[in-house]
């Protein structure tokens, strides 16, 4: 077969339904390619290699019944470090932040969890996602596996960089269309104008508490 990663969402769950490939044998080469890609790009602020297993195994024994949770069950995904999971801490890319794990999931973690995806870990951003790079002090610089003198942009830059290293078909992460993306690292290099793409939560997946802080935000905007 060719390399599972270089296919997109559709693609491997209809494999996933002819019995063609596995979860476990996806969430094997996702772990393959981390071990072998993370050193130089430091897209991941953590790992959950053996829940992503275990949760690719459960996957695998629905789609041998025919009994997927949904359309993504068995695709892997990564969550974003601003964003909670529960049993994991929420550390914003700050050495500020607490070090204890969440007790609860946020609304997109849980919905994930929900269909059936495989979280294989949290992925890095600048420190409180406040700029359009991705460095911080606690996990230090991101880099561009296309090009790795240059970022993949923020607040979402080990999102991003998952993304192009194909490890994670469902990002969970607010990335929007972005001129800024995979800037130079150093004045001595040219800037990009390579657009990301990808899907923020659209309101209704948003939890009260959100809608509303989100609500206020554009009000005091105006």
């Known amino acids: 077969m060719n390399d599972p990663l270089a296919l997109n969402a559709r693609q491997l769950t209809a494999l996933f339904a002819k ?36 949760a690719a195994k459960a996957s695998e ?11 993504a069950d068995g695709l892997v995904t990564t969550i974003k470090d601003n ?9 914003r890319g700050s050495k500020t932040s607490s070090d204890a794990p969440a007790t609860e999931d946020s ?18 951003l600048p420190e409180f996602g ?18 790795l003198d240059r970022s993949t942009g923020g607040s979402s830059g080990g999102a991003a960089a998952a993304a192009a290293l194909g490890l994670g078909h469902c990002i969970s992460a607010p990335m929007r269309p972005v001129r800024s993306a995979f800037l130079p690292l150093s004045p001595g290099c040219s800037a990009s104008s390579r657009h990301l793409a990808a899907c923020p939560p659209t309101p209704p997946r948003l939890s009260a508490r959100s809608r509303t802080r989100s609500h206020a935000a554009l009000k005091m905007r105006r």
């Open 19 to 54: 019995r063609a490939l596995s979860p476990a044998e996806l969430i094997e080469a996702v772990l393959a390619r981390i071990e072998r890609e993370e050193p130089k790009i430091n897209a991941f602020i953590l790992l959950d290699r053996d829940g992503a297993r275990k």
């Open 61 to 71: 024994e629905r789609w041998g019944r025919r009994a997927p949770l949904s359309a």
């Open 83 to 91: 964003i909670l999971l529960a049993g994991f801490p929420t550390r």
């Open 107 to 124: 609304p997109a973690s849980a919905r994930l969890k929900e269909a059936g995806c495989v979280i294989v870990g949290k992925t890095t």
């Open 130 to 147: 406040w700029k359009g790079l991705c460095d911080s002090p606690l996990t230090g610089i991101t880099r561009n596996p296309w090009k």
